[in-house]
């Protein structure tokens, strides 16, 4: 079961999804096109499905079930390029391919850490917003077994043929990548790209080791 107050994205984000509950007749119209909710569908249905197993899986096996669809539903390069900041520039490509790499690392295993359980929440989309010049915001809610709502809110962005999340908003309003723009620049300032390769390859060993 996963509490509230550990909601964050690759935190606990980033993050509890479930069943989802269109709750206008345009939004059930939408979904005929290729829409930004058909990426978020696709991602609440196998989080529900491996919140179920949860147990049976572990932390690894839940880690190996959630890789393939948050990588494909998240612009992990994009979202790591904005992380940085600046810096990205600097970097070599072997150090823009190893920071991609850990932070995609570092976010599968947070939802495997996190989506240990289910106790009968459910997702709903509130309503989709336009972002200038052409993104959209998702906002959801995450409904407990209690009925409290907890807003989660995605900035999504069509990649192709595809819409993916580029940013969450917890509580609605506290971007996932402002925060971790300030823990990257903190890092970078000390030790430079090496050092937030190695933090990030920390804290996903640690995740994944179940501490």
């Known amino acids: 079961m996963v509490p ?14 479930m069943t989802t509950l269109l709750t206008s007749p345009q939004l059930a119209s939408a979904q ?5 909710e058909k990426t978020i569908n696709g991602l609440n249905a196998k989080l529900l499905d491996t919140m179920k197993q949860a147990q049976a899986l572990g932390v690894q096996g839940r880690f190996n079930a959630l890789a393939p669809v948050l990588s494909s539903t998240y612009d992990i390069q994009s979202m790591s390029r904005v992380a940085v900041g600046q810096s990205w520039d600097t970097f070599q490509p072997e150090q823009k391919a190893a920071v991609t790499d850990a932070f995609a690392r570092m976010m ?72 971790r723009r300030a823990e990257f620049t903190s ?25």
């Open 4 to 17: 509230a107050k550990t909601l964050r994205i690759f935190g606990a984000s980033i993050a509890v999804v």
């Open 32 to 36: 005929a096109f290729d829409a930004p």
């Open 108 to 179: 599968i295993a947070t939802y495997a850490k996190r989506f240990d359980g289910f106790s009968g929440e459910t997702f709903e989309i509130a309503e989709i917003t336009d972002r200038p010049p052409s993104d959209k915001m998702v906002k959801t809610r995450i409904v407990q077994s209690n009925g409290k709502p907890v807003a989660i809110n995605y900035l999504m962005r069509k990649t192709g043929s595809q819409w993916k999340i580029v940013d969450v908003y917890l509580d609605g309003t506290i971007s996932e990548l402002a925060s």
């Open 187 to 211: 890092i970078l300032k000390t030790g430079g790209a090496d050092a937030l390769i190695a933090s990030l390859k920390k804290q996903g060993d640690k995740l994944l080791s179940g501490s």
